[in-house]
């Protein structure tokens, strides 16, 4: 599976962005994706998640009311709406894919086999 992220750029704080996500090289029914974001010099984090059969979705706390996650199964793309951002958002954002994931494994990125280039989103003013 390849993943290729886009999106990403500079922004104000309060300001918004569509991060996507394009998937290839696999049928996608068992797959999980999720995006996950990695400040300088912090640990990758896990950002969000969506089952690709049945859409069901997971947030870290602290993106939730904020960011949405999303998919159009048409085109196997993945897309994260970025809204209200804050300083702290500033980070690369990386799409990734797993099968087999349980819901209590979701923000665990040792259990996505596959993951994108990163897309970086600086929140400046």
């Known amino acids: 599976v390849q993943l290729q992220a886009s999106g990403g750029g500079l922004v104000q704080p309060g300001g918004s962005l569509r991060l996507s996500c394009v998937a290839s090289?696999?049928?996608?029914?068992?797959?999980?994706m999720g995006w996950f974001r990695q400040a300088r010099g912090k640990e990758r984090e896990f950002v969000a998640a969506i089952k690709w059969s049945g859409g069901s979705r997971t947030y870290a706390d602290a993106v939730k009311g904020r960011f949405t996650i999303s998919k159009d199964t048409y085109k196997n793309t993945v897309y994260l709406q970025v809204n209200d951002l804050k300083l702290e958002d500033t980070a690369g954002y990386y799409c990734a894919a797993g099968r087999g994931l349980i819901t209590s494994t979701l923000d665990n990125p040792i259990k996505y086999s596959d993951w994108g280039q990163g897309t970086l989103v600086t929140v400046s003013s």
């Open positions: 090289g696999g049928t996608f029914g068992s797959y999980v």
